[in-house]
């Protein structure tokens, strides 16, 4: 299991082996089954999760009770609630397992002492944080100035894992699309 993150980690980053093995040891395994919580809204978020396997989902509800997901994981994808985890607030998030799921999780705490430590650590993460803003700064440019199809055939295109994985109404709900008009799109494709 920590041998899949080291190899995640070596993609990046090349620390000591002293340094890998101190933020290895660090993390704690744990197993979550289809549709369970690793954080629920008004909870704090004391745990950044590296997903060894399985598929997650950040979501919220609105005002009118209506989840909107903000986001999707995967393997080798770490997952948290940023704001809750680094400003050590209640979570406005939910985490929640789409299917059954492995992580690796590591506390603040933990973390924060080995990244006071090792600055190729702090690369890897500099890195990491980099990917998932861009990926952020993407969906909300392609939201506004593409058609919702054209979304779609995007989202298809750089993320085939997911369409296959996730339920059409997480899929319409992260795309800000009602379940029907997401049938509606995938129905012409295969005409």
Partial sequence: M????????????SPSESELKAFLNATTFKTIKNKEYLVKEGQY??????????????????????????????????????????????????????????????SKEKLDAILEKTLVLNQYFRIIH?????ADQKRIQ????????????VFCQHNPDFVQRVPQYMLASYLGFTPEFLSKIRGRKKT
């Fill in 2 to 13: 920590k041998e899949q993150l080291k190899n995640h980690i070596l993609k990046f980053v």
């Fill in 45 to 106: 978020c004391n745990y950044q999760y590296f997903i060894l396997n399985g598929c997650f989902r950040s979501f919220f509800v609105n005002k009118k009770g209506v989840e909107k997901v903000v986001n999707f994981g995967i393997e080798d994808w770490w997952l948290t609630d940023l704001d809750s985890f680094i400003n050590q607030k209640p979570s406005e998030l939910n985490i929640q397992a789409a299917e059954d799921s492995q992580v690796l999780k590591i």
């Fill in 130 to 134: 980099e990917k998932v803003r861009i």
């Fill in 142 to 153: 392609f939201m506004y100035s593409l058609s919702g199809e054209e979304l779609y055939h």
